[in-house]
């Protein structure tokens, strides 16, 4: 189906007119970005900016590209202005010290891992959390615990995390030495992160925070995880700010030996940072103590009328307070169980006819990041589209409850799994094998097997039924 134009849309360029804008064409992907970035999309996913030149003065790259030079200061010293920049963030975020990264949320979980678990130590995990944790814990051969949260329904997402059955494992592991939580979630779900914060001072365990998709809550009045009682937390400023792809924060609090942190952050880090990341990060800051604030808020009253108007006017369901206490106010969730139509093909109905692009989608659900970036005329027509979208659906009986993705069992380290000689087999095949690589749907980059865990028949059942097709494959341990 042809896409249809909205008002005030104009409609995107073609390959032929982009070749006579650049002035060469043998540069593949540069080619594919710039039409991206000339036609008419509205750009619901991160990062933040939506290709917006939030700061005018920021528009030449190049010219700032420096390195560790006169006047710049050095990254891994923390000195110059760059030190400077740190300390009004620690400042903005209310943080203890804050440490920049130009290796995204990635390094910040890494290092804080390794500072706050080591090497060979164990945590407990949210069941939730991003790949990369299961990659610092074959790096640092730690051994992970997990806890599972209640699936919200009808989204199948999960929701609160059980601080009970927290308290109970470190209780049964008082080898655990830190708590690891994500908040928020993908979805936009936050977890009760001053609950956990008195749960693990009572059993004097550090308490660790992937908030990779929060650093837009300060802006929002919400406090930041280290101002709620988390020892050590990670900020994606890309994600819901405006700043350039990979920049990202790591913050602490009290008691944290800073020295050590900063050692680490080298450790995961590349040795050339990147300066105009950098420079994106302390721009945003300044932003969001500026213009920035009241531009947020404004995105958080488009977000609340947004899902006011998909449960009032279409057979869509949004992720509200409602159905959750505890959101993020500009993630906008929007649940399709109950009608004719799968979150994943509504995305891509929404990107070939209307041009609107969201940051995710799966088999029931599609999620927009909105950012202050966003326009007037960007949230009209996804409040447009949706709503045509939604007069040609019809409704269906309400679908079971999401099945649970079954606990695994641990038969090997998750260091030995990964750096076992291993293979590619057919999902067919992979039932009672050992599970090397972490089967990771992305987005959200959840791993659903660790390496290290057995697989079943049921894992198989519901990887087919969800993620994989029958000619998938999966990496396990030869044995």
């Not at 975020?93 to 890494?110: E, K, M, P, R, Y």
Request: aromatic share 8%.
């Amino acid at each position: 189906m042809p896409r249809r134009k909205l008002p005030g849309q104009r409609p995107p360029l073609t390959h032929r007119q982009i070749n006579r804008l650049l002035p060469f064409t043998n540069a593949p992907l540069f080619h594919a970005l710039q039409l991206l970035a000339t036609g008419d999309s509205a750009r619901f996913h991160m990062p933040g900016h939506k290709g917006r030149p939030v700061f005018n003065t920021f528009a030449e790259v190049f010219s700032i590209d420096f390195t560790e030079t006169y006047g710049t200061g050095n990254l891994y010293l923390g000195d110059g202005p760059i030190r400077d920049a740190e300390v009004a963030a620690a400042r903005y975020f209310g943080a203890v010290d804050c440490f920049f990264l130009t290796g995204g949320s990635t390094q910040g979980i890494l290092s804080m891992l390794a500072a706050a678990v080591g090497e060979g130590g164990s945590v407990l995990l949210d069941r939730g959390c991003h790949q990369s944790v299961c990659h610092a814990c074959a790096l640092l051969d730690i051994t992970p615990y997990f806890i599972d949260a209640p699936l919200l329904e009808p989204f199948g997402i999960a929701g609160a995390l059980p601080v009970d059955e927290a308290g109970r494992q470190l209780a049964a592991h008082p080898e655990i030495r830190a708590v690891l939580l994500t908040s928020p979630t993908y979805y936009g779900v936050r977890r009760n992160i001053e609950a956990f914060s008195v749960l693990c001072r009572a059993h004097g365990k550090k308490l660790l925070v992937d908030a990779a998709h929060g650093a837009h809550f300060t802006a929002l009045g919400l406090p930041t995880p280290v101002l709620e009682g988390a020892d050590l937390a990670v900020l994606s400023i890309h994600k819901t700010l405006p700043c350039m792809g990979q920049g990202a924060v790591l913050l602490c609090g009290e008691g944290i030996d800073r020295r050590a942190l900063r050692e680490q952050t080298v450790l995961f880090g590349t040795s050339s940072p990147s300066y105009p990341i950098m420079a994106s990060i302390d721009l945003a800051r300044a932003y969001m103590e500026g213009p920035g604030r009241a531009a947020y808020c404004r995105d958080a009253e488009s977000c609340a009328a947004l899902r006011q108007m998909l449960a009032q006017h279409t057979c869509f369901t949004p992720l509200s307070v409602e159905n959750h206490a505890m959101l993020d106010p500009c993630r906008l969730t929007v649940c399709t169980a109950g009608t004719d139509i799968t979150g994943r093909r509504l995305a891509d109905m929404l990107w070939s006819e209307f041009g609107v692009a969201c940051e995710m989608a799966d088999s029931r659900n599609a999620v927009f990041i909105l950012t202050g970036s966003d326009t007037g005329g960007t949230l009209l027509r996804l409040r447009r589209a949706l709503r045509r979208l939604s007069a040609r659906r019809h409704e269906t009986p309400p679908p079971a409850p999401a099945a649970p993705f079954p606990p695994a069992e641990r038969v090997m380290p998750v260091r030995q799994a990964w750096f076992a000689e291993h293979t590619a087999v057919p999902l067919a095949r992979a039932t009672g094998q050992i599970c090397a690589r972490p089967v990771t749907p992305y987005p959200p980059g959840v791993p659903l097997l660790w390496p290290g865990e057995k697989i079943t028949g049921a894992h198989i059942a519901l990887l087919r039924e969800k993620w994989y097709n029958e000619d998938g494959d999966i990496r396990v341990v030869i044995r």
